[in-house]
């Protein structure tokens, strides 16, 4: 292996700690954010809200963006753009400079995000073996250390800029020095020319990218369950002190970590259908725990158990997607990062309507069924599939690419 696909593997790896960073101090900071502002219970789901409808707008801009310009220079530039909104989120002082750094956040955390799965999807065709859980093993890490140190702020009463000025200042110029060895690693020729010259109708590629499309929004319904309620379930539900709340988002980046550190070989050894289908087992038993969990404690293993499951789903997906449109795999992993907003999005408010209406054990029983459907989608993750259902061929990559008819 070369040593500019290693420089472009590392430096890209540190992107991703450096996003799992910021994404963690903003979510586990949302009380204090809401008490900074003065932004009343009625009002914060529209911010909040805001964040991942923005974040869509950024990817689908993106993927019209990466056809002029590599995705190596997006992320250059938009990784900046977060940790300076961050920044602006710890430092305003009026709701109205809050809707603007948090605007800030979300469009250029699109851009972010589809940008480096893109890469992380070429390196990995370029590598020829699994590497992709890798690269989000150190988002998780980021996450760590960014709820540790939120946990930290939260303990000793810091005032949010004081909490994110020093995080911004180490980060967002190692990131962007580190942006020099990004590695553009497009698909092979021969890929390319096939993907032009033939192309499938719309409602082929559809068809196919849409079990991976869903798989992602149940993911990210159960992934926003935890980094959006996890504290208030445990507070409220099972009674644990206000300190004892902060502790579950960061066992589940920690249990995340170590399924991501490992999944590669397992993906390796077992193939990703066997790790897809083993991790939605996993997170649905987890689900299952945390809703009839007697106290805290217990609570706690489910949202163990939950990252150990969630964990290797997504870089799957963006892996699968990949694999299916090698020609296009930007505009594939673009398409599909957007799922990636509409489960966050609709993640946090239906557990929290359920949980109103009902009650929030009886709430978390509804991504624990999203995420075993994940089981009936599983052969999307064939890394060679050879016919699709209703005896369609695999898809060309043209159309994905054009854009016009596809999803």
Request: contains cysteine.
């Amino acid at each position: 292996m070369t040593d500019v696909l290693r420089r472009g593997r590392a430096s890209l790896a540190f992107s991703f700690f450096a996003q799992g960073v910021a994404f963690a101090l903003l979510v586990t900071r949302i009380p204090a954010i809401q008490d900074r502002y003065g932004v009343s219970d009625a009002l914060l789901p529209a911010f909040l809200a805001a964040v991942p409808v923005l974040a869509g707008v950024g990817s689908v801009c993106t993927e019209q963006l990466v056809k002029r310009v590599p995705p190596s220079r997006v992320l250059r530039w938009s990784q900046p753009v977060v940790l300076l909104a961050l920044l602006g989120v710890g430092a305003g002082e009026h709701v109205a400079g809050l809707a603007v750094a948090l605007s800030a956040f979300g469009l250029a955390v699109g851009a972010l995000d589809a940008s480096m799965n893109m890469l992380g999807v070429s390196l990995q065709r370029s590598y020829g073996r699994s590497i992709m859980l890798g690269f989000h093993a150190a988002y998780s890490l980021g996450g760590i250390l960014g709820a540790s140190l939120a946990w930290v702020g939260a303990n000793w009463e810091f005032a949010l800029v004081v909490s994110y000025l020093p995080v911004v200042v180490v980060l967002l110029p190692t990131a962007f020095v580190g942006s020099r060895w990004y590695v553009d690693a497009g698909a092979p020729k021969q890929e390319r020319e096939q993907g032009e010259a033939v192309g499938e109708s719309g409602a082929v590629v559809f068809k196919v990218l849409l079990p991976l499309c869903l798989v992602m929004a149940f993911a990210y319904i159960g992934d926003s369950t935890v980094s959006n309620w996890s504290a208030k379930y445990l507070q409220d539900v099972l009674g644990s002190s206000e300190q004892l709340a902060t502790v579950p988002y960061n066992v589940y980046m920690v249990t995340t970590l170590l399924g991501r550190a490992i999944g590669d070989f397992g993906v390796r050894r077992f193939g990703a259908v066997a790790v897809v289908r083993m991790g939605s087992l996993v997170a649905g038993l987890g689900f299952a725990v945390v809703a009839g969990a007697p106290g805290a404690w217990v609570g706690m293993l489910g949202f163990t158990l939950l990252g150990i499951g969630l964990c290797v789903i997504v870089p799957q997906t963006f892996a699968a997607a990949g694999r299916l449109f090698p020609g296009a795999s930007d505009a594939a992993v673009a398409r599909l990062n957007i799922f990636n907003y509409v489960g966050f999005l609709v993640g946090s408010p239906l557990v929290g309507a359920l949980g109103d209406a009902w009650s929030y054990r009886g709430a978390m029983l509804v991504p624990m069924v999203l995420v075993l459907v994940t089981l009936v989608y599983a052969r999307s993750f064939d890394p060679q599939p050879a016919r699709y259902g209703g005896g369609h061929e695999r898809p060309r990559t043209a159309d994905v690419g054009r854009g016009s008819n596809g999803l």
